[in-house]
């Protein structure tokens, strides 16, 4: 049973559009939700988070929203740029909970087109 | 260099071996993780560790073992390898638990094992 879902395996963009990355989940316990970025061959690396209490946060062209009564948050990134072409994982965080830390989605892999 | 590594960062193996996957870093973090990722799922956690000689199961322990006793240094051992645990592995570490708010996880550039 999937808690985190990302259901686009991929996604392709235009240079300099918006990229829009969208994530399901389905516990309302969820704490808080990060977004890592990965690039072939390298590990992931922490991209923005958004508190529960939060409905927007903003990091200068990324910006994620959370939509608590959809269950659903999304990442924007506005321009998109050649470098932003990567596998964007979505990620939850139960409160307190010591066994699994993080519940990833399957992550999104996002083609930036020139 | 200040960092998370691993080694190796290939591995083939043969079914039945037993095979180290090791991982450190510098910067001194309570917490490290070794995940698995394989296509269709998410990144799964295997075992994590608080500190130093405190290790936990994750996810998806079965058929891994692991140890901590420095802080720097958490080794995945698979202790009879088999075609299932063909994956590619990342260790991460984090400053506070991460559940902690903006506590994020570093991590690794990770490890690619085959088991034929």
């Known amino acids: 049973d999937q808690q985190v879902k990302q259901n686009s395996p991929s996604l392709s963009v235009q240079e300099g559009r918006i990229s829009i990355l969208n994530c399901d989940y389905t516990?309302?316990?969820?704490?808080?939700f990060l977004w890592y970025k990965k690039y072939p061959a390298e590990g992931p690396t922490f991209l923005i988070s958004?508190?529960?209490i939060k409905d927007k946060n903003e990091d200068g062209r990324f910006t994620v929203f959370l939509n608590k009564s959809a269950k659903h948050l999304s990442l924007h990134i506005v321009p998109s740029q050649p470098g932003d072409s990567a596998v964007y994982f979505c990620?939850?965080?139960?409160?307190?909970?010591?066994?699994?830390?993080?519940?990833w989605g399957a992550g999104t892999k996002l083609i930036i087109k020139p | 260099d200040a960092g998370i590594t691993q080694s190796p960062r290939y591995k083939i193996t043969e079914t039945g071996r037993q095979v180290t996957l090791m991982c450190h870093q510098t910067?001194?973090?309570?917490?490290m993780f070794w995940y698995r990722q394989d296509l269709g799922h998410g990144l799964r956690l295997i075992y994590y560790s608080a500190a130093a000689d405190i290790t936990d199961k994750g996810e998806v322990p079965d058929g891994y073992v692991v140890s901590r006793s420095k802080t720097e240094n958490f080794p995945l051992t698979l202790e009879s390898a088999t075609r299932s645990q063909t994956s590619v592995y990342f260790c991460?570490?984090?400053?506070?638990?991460?559940?902690?708010?903006?506590?994020?996880?570093?991590f690794g550039n990770g490890t690619r094992l085959t088991v034929t």
């Open positions: 990620a939850a965080v139960l409160p307190m909970d010591s066994n699994y830390q993080l519940i």
């Open positions: 991460a570490s984090s400053e506070a638990s991460p559940s902690s708010y903006n506590s994020p996880l570093h």
């Open positions: 910067w001194s973090h309570s917490y």
């Open positions: 516990n309302s316990m969820f704490d808080y």
């Open positions: 958004i508190s529960s």
